[in-house]
């Protein structure tokens, strides 16, 4: 969550006052994250404060965004814990801030836990599984934007960054991933919306357990096995080499597995979409890294980490 455009609290009280969410007593502008405008506000209503989270969305436009602010309603009233865009008074749940398409959410509970131990990850398995699942019957369809044809279009982009080493392994990976994606074992396997982002800054923990799952905003309809790969990829991993922490992978899928097990494709093709996640993850952070945008407060994320998951899951594959 960057600050890429600047939001004064004039403009911010109007819109909280608009939804109906009380007078604005506080903003801060919010420097995790490189994708979106984020700010926590705060307003007071009732005599009680809320917390909410305003973000304008500088890369996703008023077309694309409806089918993520309502995919996380639809999980909202499933009883997933996820933030719940709020509604102006004609029911509309996105709005426009300085010219850019907006949206106001509760702010969740808890605190990301960054050194997860088998217990988070059992949580966040089983939760995973139920997103999965709550989200079958949601109706709307959006590929997911930051998929095997973004791959395609982006790593000609920044394979002229890489040393000769990366951009072979770079151009071996992609060819491997679009040869699989052709195949009919990958063309049966169970899809639907999926997160795509469940990395551990994403999910919030209160009193050890599972409180919130937010940052929708790369969702899109992929294979439910891709989604797990990226899960896997980062909570269950050392992150200094990129290789498995075998309990924490355990706890994982077996959570995951006690509410949707894997179907036999699925199972036999698991460490190939773990390879398509770290894939991803790498792209975009090159991408990020040598081709940044400006903003007020922007931390791009060092590409070298997911260029070791992935070496690391195709040594794991070839063992």
């Known amino acids: 969550m960057a600050v890429f455009t600047e939001v004064s609290r004039d403009e911010a009280a109007a819109l909280m006052q608009r939804l109906g969410l009380g007078q604005l007593v506080a903003m801060a502008g919010c ?6 405008t984020n700010y926590f506000v705060s307003t007071l209503r009732d005599g009680t404060r809320h917390e909410w989270v305003l973000t304008l969305f500088e890369r996703l436009t008023h077309a694309q965004l409806p089918f993520y602010l309502y995919l996380m309603q639809h999980l909202a009233a499933k009883g997933i814990p996820v933030p719940d865009p709020q509604a102006d008074g004609d029911g509309a749940i996105l709005h426009t801030v300085r010219g850019k398409p907006a949206a106001v959410v509760n702010r969740l509970r808890g605190a990301s836990v960054l050194d997860p131990g088998p217990q988070h990850c059992a949580q966040v ?22 998929g095997l044809a973004w791959w395609n279009e ?22 491997y991933q679009n040869a ?27 009193d050890g357990r599972l409180s919130g799952v937010f940052d929708f905003y790369f969702a ?23 290789h498995d922490d075998p309990e924490r992978v355990a706890a994982l899928l077996q959570a995951y597995e006690s509410v949707r097990p894997l179907q036999a494709d699925e199972t036999a093709l698991l460490p190939a979409l773990r390879r398509a996640a770290a894939l991803r993850f790498w792209i975009s952070r090159l991408w990020d890294w040598y081709l940044p945008r400006q903003a007020s407060v922007l931390k791009p994320h060092d590409p070298t980490h997911f260029e070791r998951v992935l070496r690391a899951r195709r040594q794991e594959v070839a063992a």
């Open 31 to 36: 420097a995790g994250g490189i994708e979106n």
């Open 125 to 146: 398995g089983a939760m995973l599984a139920r997103m999965h699942l709550a989200a079958r019957d949601y109706p709307r369809q959006q590929p997911n934007l930051r």
């Open 154 to 175: 982006t790593v000609p982009v920044v394979l002229p960054y890489l040393q000769p080493e990366q951009a072979e392994l770079l151009r071996d990976e992609l060819a």
């Open 180 to 206: 699989l994606a052709g195949t009919d074992a990958y063309r049966r396997l169970p899809a639907g919306p999926v997160h795509a982002d469940l990395f551990r800054d994403n999910v919030m923990f209160e």
């Open 220 to 242: 899109g309809c992929d294979t439910w096995l891709f989604d797990l790969g990226v899960a896997l990829n980062d909570w269950c991993i050392d992150l200094a080499s990129g």
